[in-house]
Each structure stands twice: as C-alpha cells, then as structure tokens.
C-alpha cells in the first residue's frame, strides 16, 4: 500500500500519530508535521484518515477486510470534539 500525508493540509494537531494502533505515523517537532514512518506496520484501519480534520492522509492501494479500529480511551478524549 501507498499513504501520503500532504503536508500543506497537516495542521499539526497529532491526533494521528496518537490514534495508530501500529506507531506507523511519528511526528516531526521541528515542522510540526505528521509524516508517515513504517508504512508496512500499517493494518490499513483508516483510523488516522477518518481522524484527520484537514483530510491530509491518503491511502492507496490497501487491503479491505481489516476492521475498523477504535481506541476507546482515545475515543473518550475525543468527546470534547464532538
Ligand atoms: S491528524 Fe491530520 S492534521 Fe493532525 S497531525 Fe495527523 S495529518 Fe496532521
Ligand atoms: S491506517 Fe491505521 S494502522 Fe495504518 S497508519 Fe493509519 S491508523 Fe495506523
């Protein structure tokens, strides 16, 4: 699989990072970006991509059938959010 972060759209708010059940995604404290680290660790969950509020993370080329994955603690921080 492909994935992108498109870095004029990351706004820095590191909730995919914090979100990736696999730590597929690190954080570049100096650009203040997402970038995508070990992109063969990734399950393909799309959590990172239905997370992101600027829609920056692209996927290509994923496998299907793997679930949906939702961290419930994560979950609860969010609720502020919602
Ligand atoms: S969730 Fe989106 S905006 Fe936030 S750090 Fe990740 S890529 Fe950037
Ligand atoms: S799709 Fe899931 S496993 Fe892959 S980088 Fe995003 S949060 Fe991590």
């Not at 992108?4 to 650009?31: N, S, W, Y």
């Not at 990734?42 to 920056?56: E, N, Q």
């Amino acid at each position: 699989m492909r994935m992108e972060i498109h870095e004029q759209a990351c706004r820095g708010c590191r909730m995919c990072v914090e979100i990736c059940p696999t730590k597929v995604l690190t954080f570049d404290e100096e650009a203040c970006l997402a970038k995508v680290g070990k992109v063969e660790d990734c399950i393909a969950c799309l959590s990172c991509t239905y997370l992101c509020p600027s829609g920056a993370i692209h996927q290509e080329d994923y496998p299907r059938v793997k679930n949906f994955y939702r961290d419930l603690e994560f979950c609860g921080r969010m609720e502020k959010f919602l």
